[in-house]
């Protein structure tokens, strides 16, 4: 890359993308990632999952794991991740602590889960020690945020606030002369200057917590005006737990407790109806798509494009450790392979019009792009995910003839539209040689 | 890693692993790795695939591929590839050349497509030139291994013959110790010390060829004793096709024209009748699982376990560009991710019970290991895919701790099986320090 001034030139092979958004990251899960998925749900849980998380009570090992865990996925071009941490309030603050210091955008949630006929009595808090803890943590990390937009960090500044962005001297022009962006149906207007780190009303899934939690939760979730997050519908057995207990939907019962709103990311929705799918939109609610962990978990591929056809917001998520890798291109992958397994249908003994494929169903590689960026930007209500003036810059810098990596680009004169799903397919984080967020350098160099 | 005379100690986050076999990759096809995947079949061989193939005549680019390709393979831990490359003779050798020089096993097929109706005029030969080239090739590969085994390359050693490998001046304990193998059913013996490039007998599929090319590949493959390759049952559309020619599936054809045999390898095989499979097991042919290029061809997903079941020799394969992944590591997730699929069922509208899951499908991550190294080298007909005294030493070396990588491997007293599933699940190249074929170095170093 030359540099004259305060011009900087991008060099041959090397691309600016926005940053990606990762919609569901358990953190603590960080550690045992990539391990036990061969485990049903009820041992990888009790087994590995629980007490893995009740380890990050230990704040100096819950440090380690979550600046291992912010760096990974900054290398990996994440610039905003809606994270969960654990049931400890310490530990969620230090996570919050960490992304504020590293520059990333952290949507941390302290995670609740009070039932005692469904948790570990080593892992578990009561629904008012968890609603009191819940509130305590999002003053917490609200105070941490204004502290941050007052130290120099990103969110706060007037020129993030404008969408100017100040890419190691340069400029962006044109960026502060546009207003705000409207925003999705149903949806909250996107914000351009966020704060670098927000607090997430988070109970685990509705099967963990108690009625007493829920309608706690979503009574701070209307006071604070806070994001909330939860599980919803992902799998077979999730889906019918809820449907006994409350005669209704997972999608139901959130709204219900008042935790459907447009400020809520729900993960996997594997199995929305219709109406489900209609609540979302007319709510504002998102859904954060997870490709990988589906294929553990869910019992089935969540039908994406059928819910975007609805106008539901939809974004990526990894959902690690549920699925094991924290790079979202490696779900942008991942979203259109599931997304053609059902498309076709799976089962090669029936002929191919029995296989019971869902055609329409079929994702492409832009399509899982747009929800990595666009979809996860909105789902955040942040005005970020597109190269464009007005949008905060979330970006990720790509070369495709970084040292230590052999992506297959022979020629200069390549179409640059080979190139791009080259990148996308191919990429490791050896070609992200940057990463800004709010135009803050949080990862690599330019040079 | 310390060493002290003649032995080497690893260090702590070093675990050696069998190296890993690909059983299908068209090596010419590494230069669009990535692109165009969204795109049907038909146009994605007549605009992409075969302009890419044909462009190999020029030897000077098909060496720079090949030998990009070459490298980036080894460095995945690839230690034996089960090549394609175009119809282009002088490339296809130029492809053995650059295995033998850079020391990786090639298995490389000069690829045969003769019908003037399938093919396009400017990528095609005539029956009697692809088995006249096809034949010429074989006895030019087969000097070059004999012309490698003499200037002291791998294959043809008296030390690797014995399966006693030279690992930078160490030595394995007991190793030559163990008599040959024997052969898993219907297989030819395995071989431990086999020559370092081996040609292939290679008809595109039976849809691109005339009857006349088949028959006369056929008749070569028994003359010379070679390995043959091709694609077998691999869409609806090829199953199809082949049956409404011959009135019989595509691995009874392939059969018919002395295509099937103790050296054969084919590839994807997804809608093989329980009476193929039987012919595949009875006939020791094996079988190329290519999870990712059929998500992308396929229509379906291969039911492997059940070919396992019947007694099938099953590895897998990337299919470079059917598949956009150069790594083996990648197929073992795919093909645990895909079975899984399969397993469930994928249509969330349908109930548990109607989703026409097949449980028994199911691939774990150790199964999936086990078909990238046991698997493979037992297709490949070559004693190696174990760490046992006897076989040859096809090795990489995997370090957790490696610099430019980030496995969450935060303690040195993990469970090794843990650790295993890790590196299997997210190891980058970056993890793979060193790799061995027949004892001799051939990607990386033991610093």
């Keep these: 890359m030359a540099r004259l001034s305060r011009l900087t030139t991008l ?3 090397q691309v600016l993308l926005p940053g990606f958004c990762d919609l569901h990251l358990h953190a603590p899960q960080w550690a045992q990632a990539g391990a036990a998925l061969d485990e ?9 999952t629980f007490p893995t998380e009740a380890r990050f009570a230990d704040l100096a090992y819950a440090d380690r794991a979550h600046r291992h865990l912010v760096d990974a996925t900054l290398a990996r071009g994440t610039t905003s991740v809606l994270y969960y941490d654990t049931i400890d309030r310490a530990a969620a603050v230090n996570l919050a602590q960490v992304c504020a210091e590293r520059g990333q955008r952290g949507f941390v949630g302290k995670v609740v889960m009070d039932d005692p006929d469904a948790n570990p009595d080593y892992y578990r808090e009561t629904a008012e020690q968890a609603i009191e803890r819940t ?8 105070a941490l945020a204004d502290e941050a937009g007052r130290t120099g960090h990103a969110g706060a500044s007037p020129a993030a606030a404008t969408g100017a962005t100040d890419v190691d001297g340069g400029g962006v022009r044109g960026a502060g002369a546009q207003t705000a ?3 999705p149906d149903g949806r909250a207007a996107l914000d351009p200057a966020p704060p670098i780190v927000q607090p997430v009303i988070t109970p685990r899934f509705i099967p963990s917590c108690t009625d007493a939690a829920l309608e706690g939760l979503g009574a701070l979730a209307a006071k604070y005006r806070c994001f909330t997050q939860s599980h919803c519908s992902e799998s077979d057995w999730e889906h019918a737990t809820v449907r006994e207990r409350y005669g209704r939907s997972d999608t139901e ?14 993960h996997h929705c594997v ?18 798509h997870c490709p990988l962990s589906n294929v553990y978990f869910a019992n089935a591929v969540a039908p994406i494009r059928r819910y975007r056809g609805q106008g539901v917001t939809v974004g990526l998520g990894t959902d690690i450790s549920g699925g094991y890798d924290p790079s979202v291109h490696a779900m942008v992958r991942l979203a259109a392979i599931v997304s053609r397994n059902l498309a076709s249908g799976v089962d090669a003994r029936l ?5 019971g494929g869902v055609p329409e169903a079929l994702m492409t590689l832009d399509q899982a792009f747009y929800l990595a960026t666009v979809g996860g930007a909105e789902a955040l209500n942040i005005r970020a995910g597109r190269l464009e003036p007005g949008y905060a810059w979330d970006v990720q810098l790509v070369d495709v003839h970084a040292p230590g990596n052999d992506l297959p680009v022979f020629e200069s004169d390549e179409d640059p539209a080979i190139t791009f799903q080259k990148i996308m397919n191919l990429s490791t984080p050896a070609n992200i040689r940057a990463v800004w967020v709010q135009g803050r350098l949080a990862h690599g160099s330019l040079d």
Tied chains: 1, 2.
């Design 11 to 13: 060099a041959d092979g």
């Design 40 to 48: 049903p749900l009820e041992r990888w849980l009790g087994r590995y």
């Design 135 to 142: 509130e305590r943590f999002i003053g917490e990390v609200r």
């Design 181 to 183: 962006a409207s925003a």
């Design 253 to 266: 019962a959130l709204d219900m407790f008042g935790l459907l709103t447009d400020r809520t990311v729900m």
């Design 271 to 288: 199995y929305l109806s219709g109406s489900d799918a209609d609540l979302f939109a007319r709510r504002g609610a998102a859904v954060a």
């Design 351 to 355: 002929g191919a019009g029995e296989r």
